[in-house]
């Protein structure tokens, strides 16, 4: 991954990361936060990596809902993920842009009820 895009990272305030063609990770220093609050946290890659290649075929975003137990919380704060593909002028995918926000419409009762990792494609 070329040092202008990580660079590019590193400027945003928002937790945000790329990846190359290869799936190489490459994280902002806010984004490596969320992401290494527990092990558990790994598990958004990990689906995003399992919908890589859809998302890669069909030229679409993918979005994911995590609530995920994270830091010192008693209760989790749920974060949305958004993964964009990256193509170059040839139309050759090169990997991904992603970035998290904090989830703020979930209920307790979905939360109960529902999945940790929701892909919302």
């Not at 945000?16 to 609050?37: H, K, P, R, W």
Request: contains cysteine.
């Amino acid at each position: 991954m070329n040092s202008s895009i990580k660079q590019f990272c590193q400027s945003f305030t928002i937790p945000c990361g790329f990846t190359d063609e290869e799936s190489q990770v490459y994280t902002n220093a806010a984004m490596t936060d969320i992401l290494e609050m527990t092990a558990e946290s790994s598990q958004v890659l990990d689906v995003f990596h399992a919908h890589e290649e859809v998302m890669r075929d069909k030229k679409l975003p993918l979005s994911l809902l995590s609530t995920l137990p994270g830091g010192d919380k008693p209760s989790p704060q749920p974060w949305r993920f958004d993964f964009l593909p990256r193509f170059d002028e040839k139309n050759v995918y090169q990997g991904a842009f992603f970035y998290a926000q904090p989830f703020l419409f979930l209920s307790p009762l979905e939360y109960i009820e529902g999945d940790p990792l929701i892909p919302l494609i």
